[in-house]
């Protein structure tokens, strides 16, 4: 079964041919030289599989979930590709639904579990579907499973698991490259990173999640085109950010897209700032945000966008509102006008959701008023609803090298005692414990009011 394009890779040792000709002949591994069972493939993905088998369809596993399944790790999710259209495949199911404008997909839904059933598409071909810089703009047109096969991103992404036979057909040599343990970009390298230059924020994903290297050409390919990120959506890469970013492997990703260049497409301010390191700072900070990250996705305890951007951004906003004090603009407004300055360019890259956004405000200008405790405004904060995650981000702060360890103490502990022991806490912080910048327009304030600053001279 293996075409003469495999018999020359594998002849050719070390020094592969690049799998762009499309030689019309899978190789199929049989069931019985490969490791992937049934009983590891969900329940569910199996009842999509069989029902377009029993219509008279072709269906097959395709992309993460084989890639996964053979390298031995347990699959996200599963998606199907199949010679129905969509169409067609919404007939068979009771629980689905059409979806996408641009592709057509349609969602089989049992329960919580959604499994994406897709038809076979044909490459983008060149004059009609790409704009002058070579982006794909339209990807609809319904294909063979060659086809279909070709028009994906990397190799190891292009093995489809067959519920006909339970063999894997590989067209594009991924499952040589899977054993090499190589990510490689199907085609030439240009011409797929210009019709999608996402593939490359992929490509370091799947080499941060597996642990697999870049081809030579697939990697030299990033630096040269590091660039074409500029043109996508601020909307995808805040999506393509979380698949980064919030996916178990954030520590390890964050150092691969610095590597490539690629973080400074998407966080212009922050990688300025990066390159400029001082004190430890921004990247201890980041860093430790990262790494706290994926230890919370180990345990399974939830993040959130929100904490996520507020650490990718810490810095720009901690050096702007620095600036905006020096020039005489009191700390809680700086940090609020900072706030808006930095997220306002940013979203210029990679949007932010206001939902998010707002929270990842509150954190940032919760900051200095975590400093200032006198009074009630140590009880106001305590009742503030995003407390817990600015407290976090103090902490965070203070891990990174801030000097702050003393404000976190006091703040871990005031959470954790009676209302009585909260009181004493306030009273003895006197006058100089943190009352800080806010307390100055006060005073002035009440400076023509006297009988107000009687009342309140027991603070
Ligand atoms: P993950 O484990 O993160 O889900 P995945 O490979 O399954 O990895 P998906 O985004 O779920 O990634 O995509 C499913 C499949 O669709 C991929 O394996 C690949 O074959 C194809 N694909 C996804 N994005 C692209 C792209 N930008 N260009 C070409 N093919 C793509
Ligand atoms: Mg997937």
């Not at 954190?363 to 904060?381: D, V, Y």
């Not at 003895?428 to 001279?457: F, I, V």
């Amino acid at each position: 079964m293996l075409s003469l394009n495999k018999l020359i890779n594998k002849l050719v040792k070390g020094k592969k041919a690049q799998p762009d000709v499309q030689s019309g002949e899978p190789v199929i591994v049989p069931r019985s030289e490969h490791t992937i069972s049934r009983k590891q493939i969900s329940q569910n993905a199996l009842n999509v599989l069989y029902t377009l088998k029993d219509a008279g369809y072709e269906a097959y596993l395709v992309g993460g979930c084989v890639r996964d399944l053979l390298l031995g790790h347990e699959p996200k999710d599963f998606d199907v590709a199949t010679n129905a259209l969509p169409e067609q495949v919404d007939k068979l199911f009771r629980r689905s639904r059409l979806i996408g404008r641009r592709f057509k997909l349609v969602h089989v839904r049992f329960g919580r579990d959604v499994i994406e059933v897709a038809t076979f598409r044909a490459p983008p071909e060149a004059s009609n579907h790409v704009d002058d810089q070579g982006r794909i703009m339209q990807d609809n047109v319904y294909g063979t499973l060659e086809q279909d096969a070709w028009r994906r991103d990397f190799t190891v992404n292009a093995l489809y698991y067959n519920i006909r036979d339970f063999s894997i057909v590989d067209y594009t040599s991924g499952i040589d490259d899977l054993n090499a343990g190589l990510i490689r970009l199907i085609g030439d390298v240009e011409t797929r990173y210009r019709e999608d230059p996402v593939r490359m924020l992929r490509a370091l994903r799947f080499v941060a999640k597996l642990g697999l290297k870049l081809d030579d050409d697939t990697e030299a390919g990033i630096f040269n085109h590091a660039g074409l990120l500029a043109d996508i959506p601020p909307a995808r890469l805040f999506d393509e950010t979380l698949k980064l970013y919030l996916t178990g492997n954030a520590a390890v990703t964050h150092e691969l897209l610095c590597h490539y260049h690629l973080f400074d497409e998407m966080y212009p301010q922050t990688a300025a700032l990066l390159h400029q390191e001082q004190d430890g700072y921004p990247r201890t900070l980041l860093m430790k945000a990262l790494e706290n990250t994926d230890r919370r996705i180990d345990a399974n305890k939830p993040v959130t966008p929100a904490f996520l951007f507020a650490a990718l951004l810490w810095e720009p906003v901690r050096q702007r509102a620095q600036l905006l004090m020096e020039n005489g603009m009191p700390e809680i407004p700086a940090m609020q006008r900072a706030s808006s300055e930095v997220i306002g360019d940013q979203i210029q890259r990679v949007s932010l959701p206001k939902r998010f956004s707002l929270v990842t405000r509150d954190i940032w200008n919760m900051q200095p008023r975590l400093t200032k405790r006198q009074g009630k405004r140590a009880f106001k904060s305590l009742l503030h609803p995003k407390f817990r995650a600015a407290y976090d981000f103090l902490a965070l702060r203070s891990e990174a090298g801030e000097p702050l360890e003393e404000l976190v103490d006091w703040w871990t502990r005031f959470q954790d005692v009676s209302a009585t022991e909260q009181q004493t806490m306030v009273n003895s912080l006197g006058d100089g414990g943190g009352g800080g910048g806010n307390r100055k327009p006060r005073r002035r304030r009440r400076r023509r009011k006297p009988a107000a600053r009687q009342q309140n001279k027991g603070e």
